[in-house]
């Protein structure tokens, strides 16, 4: 299921369109009097494509009936179908029912490159370029601009402009069945809403955190690293340290399962940083104990696809209590 689909209620008679995903299992549905409802996915099932044919004239008397049709009016979609194991085809889909004009390129330094522009109809997707996946580190950003026609009497759409720049830690994260399509891509909703954030607030609230918790013996990653005139540029290197105490105040109160469900997930948002940060290396501090937190790394960093390789960490400072990774 996507956004802008068409779906069926199985216990009751309305049909409606998918238009956000909530938790708990939850789908909201645009039903006919246009309403949204919340229901849970088990209780929808999606209208078959066959079905606008064999039901076509019954469709042509229910759209000039007293009672308005809901149409998706969200539902625009950037994938990226793999071709084999290197190379991708790149798809805009349009699953509204509003016709889109658009304008696909790159962001090249201050200028821009277009790639391909046209007309999707509702409904429909088109092919607008290839990427390769050994070059990932290199692609350029890539930009989207759409202009929503729907004839006749409709709410007014703004024009849509769109800049995506893709990091390993998402972009290989986005797995899903693209419509249309109906094949496993790398999928990103174009006109989803995107909620504004303050960077500056971020970057202040990032830096008070490090201050209260970095350990004094570990220092903080610094934000960039330059190498004196004539000698080679140092990686910059991430440190993060697992030990509990580190992560939370209230250890005390947790279990064994517990502690290693924090420690792991501070493990898995430092390495997404490190990589969206363009680190070199993020050394672990995950302590000897009895080695279950220290396998759970390793078995993690070995089928990373940005870790080019992990070892221990220097002896004479870490003993044997810390794994350091290569990203790539």
Known sequence: MNIGDRVRLLHYTQEGIITNFLPDN?????????FKIPVLKQEVVL???EEKIVFRERRKEEEVSATPVVSAETGFFLAFLPINDKQLSVYLINNTDIDILFNFGEVRDTNYYGLAAGHLTK???QKVTEANLDKFDKWSPLLVQAIFFKAGFTSLKEPLIRKFTFSAATFFK??????????ECHLFQIDQKIVSVNPEQIKESIAERQTATAPANVSAPAAKNIAPAGLPKQPRQMEIDL??????KDYGKMNAAQMLELQLKAFETALDRAILEAYDEIIF??????????????RQLSKHPNIAYYKDARKEKFGYGATQAKIK
């Open 26 to 34: 939850l789908v909201e549905i645009e039903i006919e009097d246009g």
């Open 47 to 49: 209208i078959a494509k």
């Open 123 to 125: 409904r429909s997707s």
């Open 174 to 183: 986005s797995k899903g069945k693209a419509p249309l399509l109906d094949k």
């Open 243 to 248: 030990h509990i105490e580190q992560l939370t």
């Open 285 to 298: 501090i995950h302590g000897v104990g009895n080695g279950t937190l220290r396998n759970e790394i390793h």
